[in-house]
């Protein structure tokens, strides 16, 4: 928080002597009452107070356990037949299992992402955090149950098969702390400007950079209501994934940006009980309707 609030400084600086902001004091510009007392966010504060409470209690030690049953069986498995490479430079450096652990999260996390956005039965849950209007540091946390459950799963199933395998290669069982402890490069990651991908502050990395690491102006455009923006930047943290599956987009210069949904009505999204409730009672509909297309196409091509 306190470095994403440094980097506003630098922005709001910039954007000062470029004359692109005029008459407006840095506590205006980072937390304008337009944004912050914004029904959407008021919602958002409601709606984590909930929220992350029952995430810490229930969720952390269930993802920790999950991940730690699946190494600890990988490893066994795996470690009779692995070959041992634990001299070679790949496996004797004390930065490769975070390295491994890093990218795989990083992927991890991307692949929940690009699923929720094309299966629309996880679309409905997806689209909470989708719903907000405006922009928050509080807003990363605007995540439905369901959809913290599968990125939960995928995350830790990636993280053990990684670690599992860096182990048996290795020839080194690593203790609970070095697969589930703070993760150095992670780390260094929020301590820039992490928070400023859910606010107001455009702040890209160059055409260069946005290439490589997703910055927290292409995040904002993942939000976007836009046409061309829907489906791109799927990434956490590293861009190289989207690349991947063409569904990278840099922005050449600052963009005007208006985050939401570009269809439906935003009361269905303006209280914590319909955050909760509405995505299942969509969900619902969304199996019985693909149910419904199922049973149309047997039927004509028995017919
Ligand atoms: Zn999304
Ligand atoms: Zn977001």
Redesign the pocket.
């Given at each position: 928080m306190l470095s994403s609030l440094l980097i506003a400084g630098l922005v709001y600086q910039y954007d000062c002597r470029t004359g692109r902001l005029r008459n407006s004091s840095f506590v205006k510009y980072v937390f304008p009452r337009s944004v912050y007392l914004h029904p959407s966010a008021v919602t958002d504060y409601k709606f984590v107070a909930v929220d992350l409470s029952i995430k810490l209690l229930v969720y952390v030690p269930l993802f920790s356990g999950i991940s730690w049953l699946l190494y600890k069986s990988l490893y066994s498995a795996l470690r009779p037949i692995g070959v041992d490479l634990s001299s070679s430079v790949l496996f004797s450096s004390a930065f490769m299992p975070g390295l491994v652990g890093f990218i795989l999260a990083d992927f991890g996390f991307f692949l929940s992402h690009y699923l929720m956005h094309k299966i629309p039965v996880l679309w409905v849950f997806h689209e909470v955090?989708h719903s907000a209007e405006v922009l928050t540091p509080i807003?990363?946390h605007r995540v439905h149950p369901v959809e913290e459950l599968l990125n939960g799963l995928i995350g830790s199933s990636i993280s053990a098969v990684g670690a599992a395998t860096y182990s048996a290669l290795s020839a080194k069982d690593l203790v609970f702390f070095e697969i589930f402890g703070v993760n150095a490069i992670s780390f260094i990651f929020f301590a820039f400007a992490f928070q400023l991908?859910?606010s107001h502050i455009w702040l890209s990395y160059g055409s260069v950079l946005n290439r490589i690491l997703i910055s927290p102006a292409q995040?904002q455009i993942?939000?976007s209501q836009d046409p061309q923006h829907w489906d791109k930047n799927f990434g956490f943290t590293l861009a190289v994934w989207d690349a991947c599956f063409r569904s990278l987009y840099v922005p050449r210069a600052q963009e005007a940006i208006r985050f939401g949904l570009p269809y439906g009505d935003p009361s269905d999204f303006s209280s914590v009980s319909k955050l909760y409730v509405l995505p299942f009672k969509k969900s619902l509909k969304v199996l019985r309707r693909t149910r419904e297309q199922q049973s149309t196409v047997k039927n004509a091509t028995s017919a």
């Open positions: 955090h807003t990363v991908r859910h995040h993942h939000h």
